[in-house]
């Protein structure tokens, strides 16, 4: 099969550990011309579930024969995210398709619970930072041609969580900030769709990665979610980097606006 992104260059947040980084590794491995890996720090949480987390993600898309750079990005700091786009841009000389995949997530707790610093950094985080790179790829695309072959002049793939499709008990901040990226995703992309430029977002369900190692620890937590996935098992980062693969590929082209549920129909319905 050929590659589906030859000459495309990606900027993945939160590319260091789990989704982000199996998602920039998969984009790097299907042709990308360069990877802009953003991330807190260059290494995997130590909490990961991959088999290689002593190599940070752009060492390992070089070593395996692609193009990559690490920038050091808090994506609640506006300068740090632009920085970034101006070094992919920089290194690069463009940048087609942004995934955004960084984001917050704290231990569950009663909505009564809940205080301002931590609404506070969920908003931040999830919510503004997120709505920050979106702009900012937004307009890198506008500066840049229409694609023929690819169908689009630019992709945004935003990551929010099946947990801003349905209520889930123990974390109204994070669900309502989740929720919001799926908005932001259909409303930008009527902004945008004139533009010929695709945003799209996938919602996941319970996936493991470094960031929810304590939730699959937990037996009772597991259980809960084994019971509330419909899908004989449960998610692993890879799963949502082949359904990011296709929403930057040609063959999602006419799509925009759409948040996809890649969860084992866990957003389906109470599971029997």
């Known amino acids: 099969m050929a590659p589906r992104l030859p000459g495309k260059v990606a900027l993945v947040t939160g590319a260091s550990s789990g989704m982000g980084r199996a998602i920039a590794l998969a984009v790097a491995a299907d042709g990308a011309a360069g990877v802009v890996c953003c991330d807190l720090r260059p290494e995997a949480n130590p909490a990961g579930f991959e088999a290689d987390l002593n190599i940070p993600t752009a060492e390992l898309i070089i070593q395996r024969g692609g193009k990559a750079l690490f920038r050091k990005v808090d994506i609640s700091n506006p300068k740090e995210l632009e920085e970034a786009f101006l070094a992919g841009v920089s290194e690069f000389g463009r940048i087609d398709l942004v995934v955004n995949s960084a984001g917050y997530w704290a231990p569950f707790r009663l909505f009564v619970d809940?205080?301002?610093?931590?609404?506070?950094?969920?908003?931040?985080?999830?919510?503004?930072?997120?709505?920050?790179?979106?702009?900012?790829?937004?307009?890198?695309?506008?500066?840049?041609?229409?694609?023929?072959?690819w169908g689009s002049r630019g992709r945004i793939i935003n990551i929010s969580s099946c947990a801003g499709v349905v209520a889930f008990p123990g974390e109204v901040a994070y669900s309502a900030t989740k929720a919001s990226i799926n908005h932001l995703t259909r409303a930008g992309a009527i902004d945008h769709a004139k533009d010929a430029i695709n945003i799209n977002c996938i919602a996941p369900g319970a996936v493991a990665t470094g960031m929810a190692r304590a939730n699959f620890e937990n037996q009772d937590i597991i259980k809960h979610m084994k019971k509330a996935t419909p899908w004989p098992r449960l998610g692993v980062a890879d799963d949502i980097a082949g359904v990011a693969l296709f929403l930057a590929s040609k063959e999602s082209s006419w799509m925009t606006g759409q948040v996809l549920n890649v969860d084992g129909g866990m957003t389906l319905g109470v599971a029997p």
């Open 114 to 149: 809940e205080d301002e610093e931590l609404w506070n950094k969920m908003v931040s985080i999830n919510t503004l930072g997120t709505a920050t790179s979106n702009r900012l790829a937004i307009r890198q695309f506008l500066k840049q041609e229409y694609d023929p072959a």
